[in-house]
Antibody, heavy 127, light 113 residues
Framework: EVQLVESGGGLVQPGRSLRLSCAAS????????MHWVRQAPGKGLEWVSG????????AYADSVKGRFTSSRDNAKNSLYLQMNSLRAEDTALYYC????????????????????WGQGTLVTVSS | DIVMAQSPDSLAVSLGERATINCKSS????????????LAWYQQRPGQPPKLLIY???TRESGVPDRFSGSGSGTDFTLTISSLQAEDVAVYYC?????????FGQGTRLEIK
């Protein structure tokens, strides 16, 4: 069974940093692109970042570009999101999600639909 | 960037009746070389992560009941639930994966009338 388990969320002050992790199991992790998607309380889904199977292609939403960094360790079947200079508007439930493809096609970034999703980890940015 | 817009924002339908949710993209998500629409639908029940229902605009994910169907092409898409069941109460999202960044609609909340 494919399983994604996020961790690392919590309460953090504005301007500080936090690192999220996503532990994957039940599939060949290094075959697939992975994503971070967030959901502010009571709001909709916002794609945050995607990373290809070999980390060769990484993309970010404009809202987090320059502040967040995605990475993965295929030997540990793990995905990470380093979040710096956090703002109140970053408060959200952060999901990791598996792409059904590798994240690259004909040498360009290429994403697909996301399946499955983890349960999420809550990040609250507040003083 | 492609922007996705869903309508309505919320919908109340009686049990056993049809529910229809619309999704419109700011530009076509139909890739001419393979004639596929790069659009997916997700269901998010209260307190749960999103669950994939449909991809390529009309292909039902394995295990999804056949009362769920997707249609449309280019910029206009529809998710239809043919006979609403109590367990279908959820928020539904469309997502385009034609280009980066992938983008979601704002969601449509479906309730029982």
């Amino acid at each position: 069974e494919v399983q994604l388990v996020e961790s690392g969320g919590g309460l953090v002050q504005p301007g500080r940093s936090l690192r999220l992790s996503c532990a994957a199991s039940g599939f060949t992790f290094d075959d697939y692109a992975m994503h971070w998607v967030r959901q502010a309380p009571g709001k909709g889904l916002e794609w945050v970042s995607g990373i290809s199977w070999n980390s060769g292609s990484i993309a970010y939403a404009d809202s987090v570009k320059g502040r967040f960094t995605s990475s993965r360790d295929n030997a540990k079947n793990s995905l990470y999101l380093q979040m710096n200079s956090l703002r109140a508007e970053d408060t959200a439930l952060y999901y990791c999600a598996k792409d059904i493809g590798s994240g690259v096609q004909l040498w360009t970034t290429s994403y697909n639909w996301f399946d499955p999703w983890g349960q999420g980890t809550l990040v609250t940015v507040s003083s | 960037d492609i922007v996705m817009a869903q309508s309505p924002d919320s919908l109340a339908v009686s049990l056993g009746e049809r529910a229809t949710i619309n999704c419109k993209s700011s530009q076509s998500v139909l890739y001419s070389s393979n004639n596929k629409n790069y659009l997916a639908w997700y269901q998010q029940r209260p307190g749960q992560p999103p669950k994939l229902l449909i991809y390529w605009a009309s292909t039902r994910e394995s295990g999804v009941p056949d009362r769920f169907s997707g249609s449309g092409s280019g910029t206009d898409f529809t998710l239809t639930i043919s006979s609403l069941q109590a367990e279908d109460v959820a928020v539904y999202y469309c997502q385009q994966y034609y280009s980066t960044p992938p983008a979601f609609g704002q969601g449509t909340r479906l309730e029982i009338k």
